[in-house]
Nanobody, 124 residues
């Protein structure tokens, strides 16, 4: 499966952005999906993930209550709605996919497919 992430940009603190991850070349419903981010000089960190049906969606503590992950099988697209953005949310955001029947993993090494990343910059 190929993934393409887009929707990043520059936003002021307190603002919102919605990231999209478009999938192609695979059976979308066979994959669990995740969003990760990497700030300059830091390791890639988990943001959110979603199961094949959308019934399970773990979040990092740092984004819980502010970010919402979702998926639309008709459009083969996953989304990350980001509200109440903070300067510390500034990073390159990546979407990832893993063919799995189970609970979506939260560690980046468990994912097999990656999009190219989209930059989110939150100004104070």
């Amino acid at each position: 499966v190929q993934l393409q992430a887009f929707g990043g940009g520059l936003v002021q603190a307190g603002g919102s952005l919605r990231l999209s991850c478009a999938a192609s070349g695979g059976t979308f419903s066979s994959y669990v999906l995740g969003w990760f981010r990497q700030a300059p000089g830091k390791e890639r960190e988990f943001v959110a993930a979603i199961s094949r049906t959308g019934g399970s969606a773990p979040y990092a503590d740092s984004v819980k209550g502010r970010f919402t992950i979702s998926r639309d099988s008709a459009k083969n697209t996953a989304y990350l709605q980001m509200n109440s953005l903070k300067p510390e949310d500034t990073a390159v955001y990546y979407c990832a996919a893993k063919r799995s029947l189970y609970y979506p993993p939260t560690f980046h090494t468990e994912y097999d497919y990656w999009g190219q990343g989209t930059l989110v910059t939150v100004s104070s």
